[in-house]
């Protein structure tokens, strides 16, 4: 008589064979099988009992390099040194060819104080000197490193070499507008001649009234700038040879700027260190100026401004640039967060006011001052007399912006404004170099008399003339540049963004996954340990299983032979 199974409808019954059939088990019963989430007859247990450990295998092998994958990208800068290493001056590699002549045209805004009372003040009509701020004169510069030298100890020796383009559409005034200015020649020869004796001093005076010479004189603009033969100048080399160094008798503000540099500089490449990446190791060979008193002062670094090491680049470290034409390093401090080049966002980082101040006001300045005669200027005044052959020259920022009250009063038409007169630099966050800002200078002589020399009576003695103020400022851009600025900016983000993600979600599943795997091994294993052993006691006991649990086991036996 065939047997009957009960389905889950009471009144249905069903002839079977006296062998339950057994179902194909589906490709999701297989994995929940290997995560141990579904239980299978003994034997089936046994038969992929290997394959089960060998899943708990992969899965904790996955886990484990998600995990890597998660702390990589969320906790360490593998990603962003990965795009940094680009930045690296290999030889032949794209970056230092960038670096050796940059896809970017600077422009060079030149402002001459013109005055505009000299007769009326050297007569003792006015008491005060009149200046008009005239310009801009602006030129395109291209400028290029040349004589460069990879060197085996990962470092890269160079000349600068500038191309001087003038402008006419940007600027304010034409060459040839005729300036009257201070004549920093002659005002520098007479500082020279203040331990010369009265008679000595007084044969200078008359060859120099007989040369034309005087405090002031009137010039082209365009030669006031770069460059105009001057007959003082002749003699002021016959007479001090040991102290200047000239090889012609042409003289301008910013001869020394159009041209090769004299100076050779050596900066780190990056490839031993890329902490070290465009950091000024040596000037002429030496690490140091032998201009100041202390290390910090005298010793040469920082970077030329076109180029940073990227781990400074955390708001709180102050980023160092060598200005060779003001003898020093020059600190720029993090100020606040803005946007450049029709939205890249930009850290703007900015040259402390007090970087000109007195020691009184700011003790770290102790060290420029003038060690044999213990002398500092007021505020807002830097001498750079150490490199500029000796001439009485000193730099502030433009209208002697933080400077001392007293200096601005000296004369009229002065008007310092932040806005206007401050120096910045808006830098690429990850990049690390600057793609916006304004370096701005200025120019001042000081009146130094010596004794039997005429024409300096109405001045007083120590008193700041103004010349000329530049402002420095990126101008054209090449398209080539702004791809790579923009790709940097929001494409390596976005694939940043992705991987972080990825990274996360990877980890995630793969630790649910295996925490699941664990758990639920765990309680399979326990249950079925606890069946195997009442099944042991009732063959120890003898006890046959009873109808209900006969008829609830064919039961269970028949439903596992359907399809999920």
């Keep these: 008589m065939p047997e009957l199974v009960a ?150 020796s160079y000349r600068e070499h500038r191309h001087i383009q003038y402008e006419p559409n940007e600027s304010n005034g034409k060459p040839f507008d005729q300036v009257v200015v201070p004549d920093v020649v002659f005002l520098s020869a007479v500082s020279k001649r203040r331990s010369e004796g009265y008679l000595s001093n007084m044969m200078f005076s008359s060859t120099a009234a007989g040369l034309g010479a005087s405090a002031f004189m009137t010039k082209p603009a365009e030669s006031f700038i770069w460059g105009y033969e001057d007959k ?59 201009l100041w008193r202390t290390d910090e002062c005298d010793l040469v670094g920082g970077t030329d401004g076109s180029q940073f ?24 401090v993090y100020d606040s967060e803005v946007t450049a080049l029709d939205g890249i966002p930009a850290w703007r980082y900015k040259i402390p006011n007090t970087v000109f101040a007195h020691p009184d006001v700011h003790k770290p300045n102790h060290c420029f001052c003038h060690l044999e005669s213990a002398s500092c200027p007021p505020s807002g005044l830097f001498n750079i007399s150490g490199c500029s052959m000796g001439a009485p020259i000193f730099a502030s920022f433009p209208h002697f912006y933080t400077g001392d009250r007293e200096v601005i009063e000296s004369l009229q038409g002065i008007e310092p404004v932040q806005e206007l007169h401050e120096t910045y630099a808006d830098i690429h966050p990850r990049l690390a170099f600057p793609i916006d800002g304004a370096s701005r200078f200025q120019i001042n002589i000081q009146v130094q008399k010596a004794s039997g020399v005429s024409g300096l009576d109405k001045f007083k003695d120590g008193q700041y003339l103004p010349v000329i103020w530049l402002e420095v400022v990126p101008g054209v851009i090449s398209d080539e540049l702004r791809a ?21 979600v990877f980890f995630v599943l793969s630790f649910v996954m295996l925490l699941a795997r664990c758990y639920c091994g765990s309680k399979a294993s326990g249950s079925e340990t606890h069946d195997e052993r009442e099944r042991e006691f009732a063959q120890d006991s003898g006890e046959k299983p009873t109808p209900k649990q006969t008829q609830d086991s064919k039961q269970e036996a028949w439903q596992n032979t359907l399809p999920l």
């Design 484 to 504: 790579m600025i923009y790709h940097s900016t929001y494409s390596a983000n976005a694939i940043q963004m992705s991987l972080r993600v990825a990274s996360l």
């Design 232 to 290: 003082l100048l002749n003699l002021a080399k016959m007479l001090f040879s040991s102290d200047i160094n000239v090889q012609s008798s042409t003289f301008g503000m910013l001869l020394s700027r159009n041209g090769t540099s004299a100076e050779n500089f050596t900066i780190f490449s990056g490839e031993t260190n890329l902490q070290d990446l465009a950091v000024i190791k040596q000037m002429d060979d030496k690490p140091r100026l032998d």
């Design 7 to 156: 389905l889950s409808s009471p009144g249905t019954v069903v002839p079977g064979p006296h062998k339950a059939l057994k179902r194909r088990p589906s490709g999701l019963n297989t994995l929940f099988f290997y995560l141990g989430l579904e239980k299978r007859a003994d034997e089936d247990v046994k038969k992929m009992q290997c394959l089960r450990i060998f899943t708990l295998g992969v899965l904790f092998i996955i886990f484990i390099a998600s995990s890597i994958g998660f702390f990589v990208m969320w906790f360490t800068n593998m990603y962003n040194d990965s795009l940094l290493e680009n930045l690296i001056l290999r030889q032949n590699a794209t970056s230092t060819n960038w670096w050796a002549k940059p896809p970017v045209f600077p422009l060079l805004k030149v402002h001459i104080f013109n005055y505009t009372n000299t007769k009326e003040f050297l007569a003792g009509v006015d008491s005060k000197l009149k200046v008009k701020d005239l310009g801009p004169y602006v030129y395109k510069e291209t400028a290029e490193k040349i004589n460069v030298t990879h060197n085996p100890d990962g470092t890269i």
């Design 309 to 332: 090491p990227p781990h400074l680049m955390d708001r709180k470290q102050p980023l160092q640039v060598f200005i060779k034409s003001l003898c020093r390093k020059f600190p720029l």
